[in-house]
Antibody
Framework: QVQLVQSGAEVKKPGSSVKVSCKAS????????ISWVRQAPGQGLEWMGRIIPILGIANYAQKFQGRVTITADKSTSTAYMELSSLRSEDTAVYYC??????????????WGQGTMVTVSS | QSALTQPASVSGSPGQSITISCTGT?????????VSWYQQHPGKAPKLMIYEVSKRPSGVSNRFSGSKSGNTASLTISGLQAEDEADYYCCSYAGSSTSWVFGGGTKLTVL
């Protein structure tokens, strides 16, 4: 069974950047999209963008265009999400998610454990 | 892209059935049979309960079912159990430029 394991919690200053990793183990990584979804404290889920590692092509939600970069390293089965120009409103838990278990890209059946990013001066 | 619209809360007694609605537009829910539902307990990652409108992943109870009519999708939970108390989110594909959009979430309380 594929698992997604994310990097640890981060505390960042406003205006800085954060890079969160998501490593896949136990299955095929490259063929299926890896999405990033965030959840601010007490709020709902918000899709940020995704990448299909085998293609190296990423697309992003309009809200985050220009501020988020999603990449993937096929050799280590790891996806990355970098968010720049951080502000307090970016304080959230960031999840990676994929449809690897379903064998498709139509839903998110595998989730990472989440990475808490706190933006504070 | 606006979030899909869900009721903020629903409640039911053990054994009863409840339905959570998820209203989108003709650009998302109405155009694609790619609606999924997620259950989230406090402090946990979301769990997929329904995908492609009405399909259940392996291991998900058949008490959970999904449907869609026009721009509105629905999740029905029958035979409510205490462990069903959680937040529920719908999600829909919204085309290649937007990709995915989530609902605002519904808190289910089992009385």
């Amino acid at each position: 069974q594929v698992q997604l394991v994310q990097s640890g919690a981060e505390v960042k200053k406003p205006g800085s950047s954060v890079k969160v990793s998501c490593k896949a183990s136990g299955g095929t990584f490259s063929s299926y999209a890896i999405s990033w979804v965030r959840q601010a404290p007490g709020q709902g889920l918000e899709w940020m963008g995704r990448i299909i590692p085998i293609l190296g092509i990423a697309n992003y939600a309009q809200k985050f265009q220009g501020r988020v970069t999603i990449t993937a390293d096929k050799s280590t089965s790891t996806a990355y999400m970098e968010l720049s120009s951080l502000r307090s409103e970016d304080t959230a838990v960031y999840y990676c998610a994929s449809g690897i278990g379903l064998g498709g890209n139509d839903a998110f059946d595998i989730w990472g454990q989440g990475t808490m990013v706190t933006v504070s001066s | 892209q606006s979030a899909l619209t869900q009721p903020a809360s629903v409640s039911g007694s053990p054994g009863q059935s409840i339905t959570i609605s998820c209203t989108g537009t003709s650009s998302d829910v109405g155009s694609y049979n790619l609606v999924s539902w997620y259950q989230q307990h406090p402090g946990k990652a979301p769990k997929l309960m329904i995908y492609e409108v009405s399909k259940r992943p392996s291991g998900v109870s058949n008490r959970f079912s999904g449907s869609k009519s026009g721009n509105t999708a629905s999740l029905t939970i029958s035979g409510l159990q205490a462990e069903d108390e959680a937040d529920y989110y719908c999600c829909s594909y919204a085309g290649s430029s937007t990709s995915w959009v989530f609902g605002g979430g519904t808190k289910l309380t089992v009385l």
